[in-house]
């Protein structure tokens, strides 16, 4: 089946530590999208990326880091410099701009 | 300034009865999407329907329907016929522009479905 698959679903990491979260998908989309979720908001845009080999920062891109090196897969790291880590993170994709399809989340919880 | 505002406070509908939520958007864009999601329990986010700003008709899909009112720039969801599970949250999203998908998401509105 087509999807987005996100992994892990629940995370714990200690403070000081850079965690990466997977985001893989087999729709052929060629765009793909990183949202934060904080209990009780909407989502906020992390980083975004339109084609392989490029990748745009979004509203809260500071303390995340990105790459996309294959067009199925945009791997989101948060790193020690993000100050407030703990949250749901939301990886999405698209190649029409009437829709935009997500992952099932992953929850990140520091320690 | 917030480009999308969700106001309403949780919501309980009766079950098989229609409920609207509300939205409203700010933008200066003539061209822009609005979309619905909702998002259960569960995380994930579910597409719902989707209304672009040229478009000449209100969006419809099953039991959803988008009320736009271009004017007022306001972008209502009905649900008709609530079910069980339309327990959730819903958010209502813009994207400004034709150049990417990145939305912009209000904070969501809470229904709750009772028997």
């Known amino acids: 089946d087509g999807g987005i698959t996100q992994s892990p679903k629940y995370l714990f990491r200690k403070e000081g530590q850079n965690v990466t979260l997977s985001c893989e998908q087999n729709l052929n989309h060629d765009a793909m999208y990183w949202y934060r979720q904080d209990p009780g908001q909407g989502l906020r845009l992390i980083y975004y990326s339109q084609i392989v080999n490029d990748f745009q920062k979004g509203d809260i891109a500071e303390g995340y880091s990105v790459s996309r090196e294959k067009k199925e897969s945009f791997p989101l790291t948060v790193t020690s410099a993000q100050k407030n880590p703990t949250a749901f993170y939301l990886c999405?994709?698209?190649?029409?701009?009437?829709?935009?399809?997500f992952g099932e989340g992953s929850r990140l919880t520091v320690l | 300034a917030q480009k999308i505002t969700q106001t309403q406070p949780g919501m309980f509908v009766q079950e098989k009865e229609a409920v609207t939520l509300d939205c409203t958007y700010d933008?200066?864009?003539?061209?822009?999407?609005l979309f619905w999601y909702k998002q259960p329990s569960s995380g994930e986010m579910i597409f719902l329907i989707y209304?672009?700003?040229?478009?000449?008709q209100n969006a419809t899909e099953g039991r959803y329907s988008l009320n736009f009112q271009k004017a007022r720039k306001s972008a209502n969801l009905v649900i008709s016929a609530s079910q069980l599970g339309d327990s959730a949250m819903y958010f209502c999203?813009?994207?400004?522009?034709?150049?990417?998908?990145?939305?912009?998401f209000g904070k969501g509105n809470q229904v709750v479905v009772i028997p």
């Open positions: 933008t200066s864009d003539p061209s822009y999407g």
């Open positions: 999203a813009m994207r400004e522009g034709y150049g990417n998908n990145r939305l912009a």
């Open positions: 999405a994709s698209s190649t029409d701009l009437r829709e935009l399809f």
């Open positions: 209304q672009g700003s040229y478009d000449q």
